[in-house]
């Protein structure tokens, strides 16, 4: 009945990160020999086996794919399981769903826990931490070892494997010329910060847009975001003191917000400020009013990336390097939020 | 590298149901003899291992905890998730989350993959399908080979375990008098089929609280929805018509929905008509007017279900029968949409 010994108990044992041990089990470069020797010999002594997923592999077919999404309380994310679960079950496979906070330590121990032979393959939208970072060591040795991986929404170049991704330029593009073409002249952008892929993508869509219609940057137009917690507050003294006839938000909560905030500084949505988001939430469609949005069609997401996973796990061919990137076509769908 | 073999392919080969493998596997009487024999054999033939609960006994200690929940694009549910999340990950444990999709047999088969030694412990609520059937043959099965189970939210008599539930006939009561307090003659009710608990007990709620204040009970006044897909035309034409001062709804798309079919019938909210929700979205704090809500508190249901199962887990005591219920107690916060 002795509990298995895990990657964050020897962390806490020898007061390191995860990702230190991690790194040092699999003989990192990164990690010093003092400190890799120590580690292995502690693992070795407690018997640990390091991420079993060349065990997994041998009883391949559990038949079960692992989610892995750094939210749940996010309508986006909710509807890509939706999606996957959907294609899952019509080709018999179960589904598991983990959480990693937006934590780099909770990411690789998640996979650490799927990988263990529960799962053959998995689907995930890496944690904002991780992309921070810039530390895909876990990702790459699952790939290594032959198990399926495919990332979407927030991918990474550095990562090679199948991903379903958003075409977040041309959609953000659409949004601001949406709003150019309508007549605003002074368009603001409510965005995250730029290590969150998707956020430094529809960035660029917004200021590529505004330079082919010879329209001038001002930075001081540009909101950057970088936790939910104040969102509200910032969005609001962000609002308050500029001219801005045209906002584009980058995700659903933003925009709402961004009406809330036009209609508390006295103005009117859409007679003054035009306002889009990007989401495909039940919000934009219920508010009042019903919110224009840049469609992200987050279910059929997911049911690309279950097709892509079985495919290559069914194909059982562990030597197959043929990856695809499936880029799903952003809709605009035009409700009440603009002219 | 052959499949496992699963009780959904058994099913699929002797062309009877999930339900009846699984009773036959475990002798129940309410199958007859020869299907019991016939499915037996079938299972042995192909070597399948009748629900490996009793196996992952002996290997207690995964330190996971598997959640499984009806709905995933469901506000509620996930706040749920959030609130198991922080208590386990607190404890040291890790959270798998499956979905039944108000599915008796997509529970039944859940719980068979989770059972099979990838967690220590169940936190479920039901599906609407199982509650339907009224059969818990799995969960007693989980219960009687020491598995510990938490059933949340929409729970049942029928299976003695710990469960987190709200006092939902006293929330809706609260809702109700409010409501009368405010002044409303003529109160409305909009919940859902009977035999989703929740559903009912709130539908008591509110009929008891009519009677306390010698209100007549008009049974044209009370809507209840079977599925979500056309509940935005069943709420329209149920408002259209009648002349409702009061409008209570078991959750927060019946509200929302509500408020925007009595404006569409050109009266106002709160001005002729209140409207009070069952919830605590998102939507309604954004929503414009933001809802008065009986608060659920989901956050805290997850936090309760994870510190009862994880007491249990912990105690490693597999006779003990002290069974706990947790009534979180709801809170009405009053907002615009009610007077």
Same mark, same amino acid.
């Given at each position: 009945?002795?509990?298995?010994?895990?990657?964050?108990?020897?962390?806490?044992?020898?007061?390191?990160?995860?990702?230190?041990?991690?790194?040092a089990?699999r003989?990192?470069?990164?990690?010093?020999?003092?400190?890799?020797?120590?580690?292995?010999?502690?693992?070795?002594?407690?018997?640990?086996?390091?991420?079993?997923?060349?065990?997994s592999?041998?009883?391949?077919?559990?038949?079960?794919?692992?989610?892995?999404?750094?939210?749940?309380?996010?309508h986006?994310?909710?509807?890509?399981?939706?999606?996957?679960?959907?294609?899952?079950?019509?080709?018999?496979?179960?589904?598991?769903?983990?959480?990693s906070?937006?934590?780099?330590?909770?990411?690789?121990?998640?996979?650490?826990?799927?990988?263990?032979?529960?799962?053959?393959?998995?689907?995930?939208?890496?944690?904002?931490?991780?992309?921070?970072?810039?530390?895909?060591?876990?990702?790459?040795?699952?790939?290594?070892?032959?198990?399926p991986?495919v990332?979407?929404?927030?991918?990474v170049?550095?990562?090679?494997?199948?991903?379903?991704?958003?075409?977040?330029?041309?959609?953000?593009?659409?949004?601001?010329?949406?709003?150019?073409?309508?007549?605003?002249?002074?368009i603001?952008?409510?965005?995250?910060?730029?290590?969150?892929?998707?956020?430094?993508?529809?960035t660029e869509?917004?200021?590529?847009t505004?330079?082919?219609?010879?329209?001038?940057?001002?930075?001081?137009? #540009?909101? =950057?975001? $970088?936790?939910?917690?104040?969102? /509200? %507050?910032e969005?609001?003294?962000? *609002?308050?003191?500029?001219? &801005?006839?045209?906002?584009?938000?980058?995700?659903?909560?933003?925009?709402?917000?961004?009406?809330?905030?036009?209609?508390?500084?006295?103005?009117?949505?859409?007679?003054?400020?035009?306002?889009i988001?990007?989401?495909?939430?039940?919000?934009?469609?219920?508010?009042?009013?019903?919110?224009?949005?840049?469609?992200?069609?987050?279910?059929?997401?997911?049911?690309?990336s279950a097709?892509?996973l #079985?495919? =290559?796990? $069914?194909?059982?061919?562990?030597? /197959? %390097?043929?990856?695809?990137?499936? *880029?799903?076509?952003t809709? &605009?769908?035009?409700?009440?939020?603009?002219?």
């Amino acid at each position: 009945m002795k509990p298995k010994l895990t990657l964050k108990q020897i962390a806490k044992e020898l007061e390191v990160s995860i990702s230190t041990v991690s790194k040092a089990l699999r003989d990192s470069p990164e990690i010093g020999e003092d400190t890799k020797l120590k580690i292995k010999a502690f693992a070795k002594l407690y018997n640990y086996k390091p991420n079993n997923i060349a065990l997994s592999l041998k009883n391949r077919k559990t038949k079960t794919i692992g989610i892995i999404i750094p939210e749940i309380v996010h309508h986006f994310f909710t509807t890509v399981i939706s999606g996957v679960e959907h294609v899952a079950n019509e080709k018999g496979y179960n589904v598991l769903v983990c959480l990693s906070d937006n934590s780099f330590d909770k990411e690789v121990l998640n996979m650490e826990m799927l990988a263990n032979g529960s799962t053959d393959g998995f689907i995930i939208s890496l944690a904002k931490e991780t992309m921070q970072k810039g530390d895909y060591h876990h990702l790459q040795e699952a790939i290594n070892q032959g198990m399926p991986l495919v990332l979407f929404d927030r991918a990474v170049d550095e990562i090679i494997c199948d991903k379903v991704i958003i075409d977040d330029i041309i959609g953000a593009g659409k949004a601001t010329q949406h709003l150019i073409d309508i007549g605003c002249k002074n368009i603001g952008l409510i965005s995250t910060v730029d290590y969150v892929s998707v956020g430094k993508l529809r960035t660029e869509g917004y200021l590529k847009t505004l330079q082919k219609n010879n329209f001038s940057i001002n930075e001081a137009n #540009i909101l =950057k975001i $970088e936790g939910m917690e104040y969102s /509200d %507050e910032e969005i609001q003294k962000f *609002i308050i003191d500029k001219d &801005l006839d045209g906002i584009f938000a980058v995700n659903e909560h933003f925009a709402i917000s961004a009406i809330k905030a036009v209609l508390a500084s006295g103005k009117k949505v859409p007679d003054d400020v035009s306002v889009i988001g990007f989401t495909d939430g039940e919000l934009s469609k219920l508010f009042i009013p019903s919110l224009t949005v840049v469609s992200q069609h987050g279910t059929r997401m997911g049911e690309e990336s279950a097709r892509l996973l #079985i495919e =290559k796990l $069914e194909r059982n061919d562990l030597e /197959d %390097e043929n990856y695809k990137t499936i *880029i799903v076509e952003t809709g &605009l769908v035009k409700r009440d939020s603009t002219k």
